[in-house]
């Protein structure tokens, strides 16, 4: 019997989803890109070699597989083409078995511009977005002013609704944000000659799924950045433009609520964030000063947490259990799959929120809204560290026993099972306890 399986990040993002995708879909027809832009970065690493992805699905690695971008994902051909080159350099070919759903909006260069105009007027209060033009891109297609794939096969009609949108765009560019105005002419002329690439490419992507799943054939619905970065559910207004959630699978695809048949949701063993935004078990440490938490720099430095797309740093801190019992519920989670545990292995104690003090009252529920996890002070439980190295581990009950203690004490506190471990960055360093497609 076929499978749905849904991956996505319960935290904010990072959490090593590429490898997971990558790393399953040996079982799988297709796998499908169901919200998010190129401002999410999956780092896949075979056999020693490493492969960053940002708009293919991460199944691309795997010959046989189809790969999907569903309606829900906003796509910059320029970022598109220029993937789809990386990866014939490094030998796969991606062009036949890449399709595009004709609702994708379409990401243009006047978003790119927006985007990093708001980030400089709002100074001190940016948001901290990669500025790659996702979030206007999405504003667009709920304004219903937005271009879509769908629109480049009608290039007359594609011009003239160009020539709308930038009129308007470029009115907000010069007159309220000071910067310059685009080129109409240069977009358009850049915009058909990216189109040749991507027109062959388009395809009824939710009729395909449907397809593959009156075929009885396995699908893989892989999830951009993670669930508290989720526009509805995530730390407003520190949040990405789409729905990050499991729920995000079936409104970025077509797929039906019940077609769903299992949610993993990938947990790092730590906590990071990029950008802005509330961090409750923050470490605070500056690689650039090289001053600040000492728990914090080993995080950062042995679990190289700097942005696949973006470079940046990431803020480290410890596992936060209340914000991740809350994600476990928006996605109605079926598994863990538990990341990075090797990143740990140093230390000589490990911390886990189990709690906030908020208000002067202990609390096990996330704060609504960001100025309440800015006050909120983590409640922590302290384990043992296991002091030796973890990193590419052949079975569970080979791991120290104090490593074994705290997935257990994740799995206790989530009363969730752990089914995937991952235990090093390659596609092989990982324990497949249960697999989500397995009977």
């Not at 400089?120 to 667009?140: F, M, Q, S, V, W």
């Not at 009608?154 to 160009?162: V, W, Y």
């Not at 299992?262 to 605070?284: C, D, M, N, S």
Request: glycine share 10%.
């Amino acid at each position: 019997m076929s499978k749905n399986v849904v991956i996505i990040g319960t935290q904010w993002g990072d959490e090593g989803k590429g490898k997971i995708v990558d790393l399953i879909t040996d079982k799988v027809s297709s796998v499908v890109r169901f919200q998010g832009g190129h401002n999410a970065g999956h780092t896949l690493v075979i056999d020693g070699n490493k492969t960053v992805l940002h708009l293919i699905p991460s199944g691309i690695l795997r010959e046989n597989v189809e790969c999907l971008i569903g309606h829900g994902v906003v796509l910059s051909m320029s970022a598109l083409i220029k993937e789809l080159g990386e990866l014939t350099v490094a030998g796969v070919e991606a062009h036949s078995r890449l399709k595009i759903s004709p609702g994708c909006p379409l990401i243009m260069p006047y978003h790119v511009a927006l985007d990093n105009a708001r980030e400089l007027k709002r100074g001190k209060a940016a948001i901290g977005t990669t500025g790659n033009g996702i979030g206007p891109a999405y504003e667009d297609k709920v304004a219903r002013r937005g271009l879509r794939v769908g629109d480049l096969l009608d290039t007359e009609a594609f011009a003239q609704k160009l020539k709308d949108v930038m009129e308007y765009h470029n009115f907000a560019l010069t007159h309220y944000y000071g910067a310059e105005a685009l080129d109409y002419d240069e977009v358009l002329k850049e915009t058909l000659a990216q189109a040749q690439t991507v027109v062959p490419m388009i395809t009824d992507v939710t009729q395909q799924i449907h397809q593959h799943i009156a075929d009885n054939e396995n699908l893989l619905f892989e999830g951009a950045q993670g669930a508290l970065l989720d526009i509805d559910q995530g730390t407003y207004p520190f949040v990405t433009s789409s729905n990050t959630t499991s729920g995000g699978a079936v409104t970025g695809s077509g797929v039906g609520v019940t077609d769903i048949d299992y949610v993993v949701g990938i947990v790092k063993a730590y906590t990071t964030r990029v950008g802005g935004g509330p961090f409750p078990t923050e470490l605070v440490y500056d690689v650039a000063a090289d001053k600040g938490d000492a728990i914090g720099k080993v995080l950062g430095t042995v679990g190289h947490e700097f942005g696949a797309t973006t470079g940046r740093q990431r803020r480290c801190g410890w596992l936060d259990m209340v914000t991740l019992n809350r994600s476990f519920k928006l996605n109605a989670v079926t598994g863990i799959c538990l990341t990075k545990l090797d990143v740990l292995d140093s230390l000589d104690s490990i911390k886990i929120c189990i709690a906030y003090e908020l208000n002067g009252e202990k609390i096990t529920t996330p704060p609504y809204d960001a100025q309440g996890y800015a006050d909120a002070k983590p409640v922590y439980i302290e384990m043992p560290g296991w002091k030796t190295s973890t990193i590419g581990t052949d079975s569970f009950d080979s791991l120290p026993q104090q490593a074994q203690d705290y997935i257990r004490k994740i799995e206790e506190l989530s009363n969730l099972p752990i089914d995937i471990l991952s235990t090093g960055p390659d596609r092989d360093e990982t324990l497949i306890l249960n697999n989500p497609f397995d009977e």
